[in-house]
Nanobody, 119 residues
Framework: QVQLQESGPGLVKPSQTLSLICIVS??????????WNWIRQPPGKGLEWMGA???????YYSPSLKSRTSISRDTSKNQFSLQLSSVTPEDTAVYYC???????????WGQGTQVTVSS
């Protein structure tokens, strides 16, 4: 059973960088052909895909967030991370990591972590 767990601070000040880690167990992040995603849901809004890193290390970003987003991975720790710079209160959301088999919808999700941007 694959499990994903988001980890990071629950409160970030405006203009700072939000940093989250997704710790994966029960499966390797380098196993073909899975894609490891970051998704968020602001209060009262729908899910927003932010970006992903593929099993081979290729990275994809949402065009609307690309200028502020960085995704990376640490294969030795079997985890991948998200950094979102210059945050504003509009970045307040529940942040999720999720695994997707190539060409198929999301298969496993983390429980989500609330991040609030506030001074």
């Amino acid at each position: 059973q694959v499990q994903l767990q988001e980890s990071g601070p629950g409160l970030v000040k405006p203009s700072q960088t939000l940093s989250l880690i997704c710790i994966v167990s029960g499966g390797s992040i380098t196993t073909s052909s899975y894609v490891w995603n970051w998704i968020r849901q602001p209060p009262g809004k729908g899910l927003e895909w932010m970006g992903a890193i593929r099993y081979d290390g290729r990275i994809y970003y949402s065009p609307s967030l690309k200028s502020r987003t960085s995704i990376s991975r640490d294969t030795s720790k079997n985890q991948f991370s998200l950094q979102l710079s210059s945050v504003t209160p509009e970045d307040t959301a529940v942040y999720y990591c999720a695994r997707a088999p190539a060409g198929v919808g999301y298969e496993y999700w983390g429980q989500g972590t609330q991040v609030t941007v506030s001074s």
